[in-house]
């Protein structure tokens, strides 16, 4: 299961359970931290951030798209 980091925003419950301390480790679902780390009471640890895509895969992903003439 992912971990999460309580951060400085967080109130006294974070993902029903008892806020600890700025930092404290919870290891929970995706779903348990989803509405949290919208708040911002939570930081997912293990989650990398998607690459953002390039030109030449952005142009693959749309093959019918029209061809820019001048």
């Known amino acids: ?3 999460y980091a ?4 967080a109130g006294r ?5 008892t806020n600890t301390g700025v930092g ?3 290891t929970l679902t995706e779903k348990q931290a989803e509405h949290e780390v919208r ?5 997912a640890l ?3 951030p ?3 895509a390039t030109k030449s895969e952005k142009a693959a ?10």
């Open 13 to 17: 419950f974070v993902a029903g359970q």
């Open 46 to 48: 293990d989650i990398k």
């Open 24 to 26: 404290t480790i919870l």
């Open 1 to 3: 299961m992912p971990r």
């Open 39 to 43: 708040l911002g009471s939570l930081r």
């Open 50 to 52: 998607a690459a953002k």
């Open 6 to 9: 309580i951060t400085e925003t």
């Open 61 to 70: 992903a749309k093959p019918d798209a029209p061809e820019a003439t001048e």
